[in-house]
């Protein structure tokens, strides 16, 4: 039984088992979310509406884009990704 949700090991599954994949995804959409709750970037708020925000005002960022990446609703470009992060 896991204790994490969703379980790492189906996150794995999402990021071809790259840990090291799954956690910079998870940071790069956790900071947008972050930045969506507090307005601080036009990019962030383009992603979400103001209503969207609001219900998620009372849970943690990082466990929010967690739950996207499982539910399939965060996707990404593994070459334009590692050349972002180069």
């Not at 039984?1 to 071809?16: F, H, R, T, V, Y």
């Not at 930045?35 to 103001?50: E, N």
Request: charged letters at 30%; hydrophobic letters at 40%; proline letters at 3%.
């Amino acid at each position: 039984m896991s204790l994490m949700q969703p379980p790492i090991d189906e996150l794995l599954d999402k990021s071809n088992n790259d840990k090291y994949l799954l956690c910079a995804v998870a940071s790069e959409r956790a900071r947008d979310i972050n930045d969506m709750m507090r307005g601080q970037r036009d990019r962030a708020i383009a992603l979400q509406s103001a209503t969207q925000i609001a219900q998620l005002a009372g849970r943690k960022p990082l466990s929010l884009a967690m739950e996207e990446i499982y539910r399939d609703e965060v996707g990404y470009d593994r070459v334009q990704f590692e050349d972002d992060q180069a």
